[in-house]
């Protein structure tokens, strides 16, 4: 992932309604992604991961979307609620063990 | 379960000074990593280690970027002399060996002037 600096891309939803927040990759040969989320002063928090020969996967909540045609991923949060405020950084996983961070996206969720 | 330790939470210090950061890892895994996160980006893998043995440095600054893990279980990092672009979140994560769940600590915030 490339820096953007202090301005991360936000996305702002009412409580209550779905969130997607997107993520481009650029390793082909990943073996999994991951979706982290990071609340302020605190360190990333593993949600959800998605294995690299999948194109879905399901959690509580949450939805991980993978397009490898694109190198795309998605991370769809239902019913948006107020906890859900927080940086979430996509990663891919590579040579098993190590982690490559995308650019995070910063969500926030108004009553 | 305890999760990955990490001390101190904030540090200040100013620039040519040095720092040490010390990190607990979550009982069992064998695989802990050092990140630093400048704020706005993603964290940047700075070095990883095996038990007590260096798996990838590749990113660490080595002229002036340090660590260890000498029994394999804490580590620490250390920085001398500081610089301000040094100023970050530096993050341990620890993980079960060969896995990609990795588990982060909460971070220290070092600010350098």
């Known amino acids: 992932g490339e820096s953007v600096g202090l301005h991360l891309p936000t996305l702002s939803v009412q409580e209550g309604d779905n969130s997607i927040i997107n993520c481009a990759y650029s390793?082909?040969?990943?073996?999994?992604f991951i979706w982290y989320k990071q609340e302020s002063g605190k360190g990333p928090q593993f949600i959800i991961d998605?294995?690299?020969?999948?194109d879905k996967r399901q959690g509580q909540r949450v939805t991980v979307l993978l397009n490898k045609t694109v190198k795309h991923l998605s991370l769809q949060i239902a019913a948006t609620q107020p906890g859900d405020s927080a940086v979430y950084f996509c990663?891919?996983?590579?040579?098993?063990?190590?982690?490559?961070f995308g650019t995070g996206t910063r969500l926030q969720v108004f009553p | 379960e305890a999760g990955v330790a990490q001390s101190p939470r904030y540090k200040i210090i100013e620039k040519r000074q040095s720092v040490a950061f010390w990190c607990n890892p979550i009982?069992?895994?064998?695989?802990l990593y050092w990140y630093q996160q400048i704020l706005g980006q993603g964290p940047k893998l700075l070095i990883q280690f095996q038990n007590n043995g260096v798996v990838d440095d590749s990113q660490l600054p080595k002229d002036r970027f340090s660590a260890e893990r000498l029994k394999g279980v804490d580590s620490t990092l250390k920085i001398q002399p500081a610089k301000l672009e040094d100023s970050a979140v530096y993050l341990c994560?620890?993980?079960?060996?060969?896995?990609?769940?990795?588990?982060f600590g909460p971070g220290t915030r070092l600010t350098v002037t």
């Open positions: 009982s069992g895994h064998a695989t």
């Open positions: 990663a891919e996983n590579i040579n098993t063990d190590k982690l490559i």
């Open positions: 998605i294995r690299s020969n999948m």
């Open positions: 390793n082909s040969a990943s073996d999994y």
């Open positions: 994560a620890s993980s079960f060996a060969g896995s990609h769940e990795q588990y």
